[in-house]
């Protein structure tokens, strides 16, 4: 078993639409528990440190400006296999490929406007994490996790 961490952010969309419950509901029904949360209005530097993988793509600009656009809520959510595992409750980046039943699919029309981001792998959610959180952000759900998730 791999219990992991990972970033979860509630995207500008999401919090103006009133869909940040709806998201940690998800996360929670799935039982992932959340380790870290807040909320948020990133600046352009940090925006762009997340997103340094897609400096060269055509949309990046546009990305920037508008997870800049509004307050976020990021959050920690931990679990086992909890990174592949977020990805598949939020569904394809594009909501028209993602999976009926994935957040995506069943509140989120176009790509530029897809409500949530998640770590999509282990060395992502490291460097992501360290972007939103310091160290002492990060409280302990052992006892929860030992109670409901894990023999
Ligand atoms: P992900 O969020 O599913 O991991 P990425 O490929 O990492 O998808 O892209 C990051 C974000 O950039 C996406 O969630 C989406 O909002 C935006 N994005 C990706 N591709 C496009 C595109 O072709 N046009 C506009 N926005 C895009
Ligand atoms: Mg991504």
Redesign the pocket.
Known sequence: MTIERTLILA?PDAVSRGLVGELIARLEQRGYLIVAMRLMQLDGERARTH?V??KD?P?FA??VNFITSGPIVALCAEGENAIEGVRQL?G??DPLSAAPGTIRADFAQS????LV??S?SKMSAERELAIFFSENDFVSRRHDMERWFRE
């Open positions: 995207k997103y993988e897609h793509k949309f546009g990305l939020m394809a980046t790509i530029g406007r897809n981001h998640g999509d």
